[in-house]
């Protein structure tokens, strides 16, 4: 059984940074693509960022030039550094991963099996 397991948020001022990190457990081989998303109460959950196990990444346009996704295919972790936070970035956040690949970087969050279980990342003076 896989758990996926984040940390990282919380409180921040406008312009400032916070990384978030997550980690997979229960599974000695290689996950494939990795996400992190955000939602806020009553919405769909939005893509934030993600990679590929290649290091392939690709990024929401609200984030764009601001965060940074990474991983460890090693340990199975994903990293999500965002820089210049502003309050309508405001959310929960979610990692996601799958044992799967996306050669066309094309998927839903519903074929993400293994999710975290959130972090609220607040933006506010």
């Known amino acids: 059984q896989v758990h996926v397991v984040e940390s990282g948020g919380g409180l921040v001022q406008p312009g400032g940074s916070l990384r978030l990190s997550c980690a997979a457990s229960?599974?000695?081989?290689?996950?494939?693509?990795m996400a992190w998303y955000r939602q806020a109460p009553g919405d769909q959950r939005v893509l934030v960022a993600s990679?590929?196990?290649?290091?392939?990444?690709q990024y929401g346009d609200s984030v764009k030039g601001r965060f940074t996704i990474s991983r460890n295919n090693a340990k199975n972790t994903a990293s999500l550094q965002m820089d210049g936070l502003q309050p309508e970035d405001t959310d929960v956040y979610y990692c996601?991963?799958?044992?799967?690949?996306?050669?066309?970087?094309?998927?839903?969050?519903?074929?993400?099996?293994?999710w975290g279980q959130g972090t609220q990342v607040t933006v506010s003076s």
């Open positions: 990679i590929s196990s290649g290091g392939t990444a």
């Open positions: 996601a991963m799958t044992r799967r690949r996306f050669p066309s970087l094309r998927f839903r969050a519903s074929d993400f099996e293994y």
């Open positions: 229960g599974t000695t081989s290689t996950l494939g693509h």
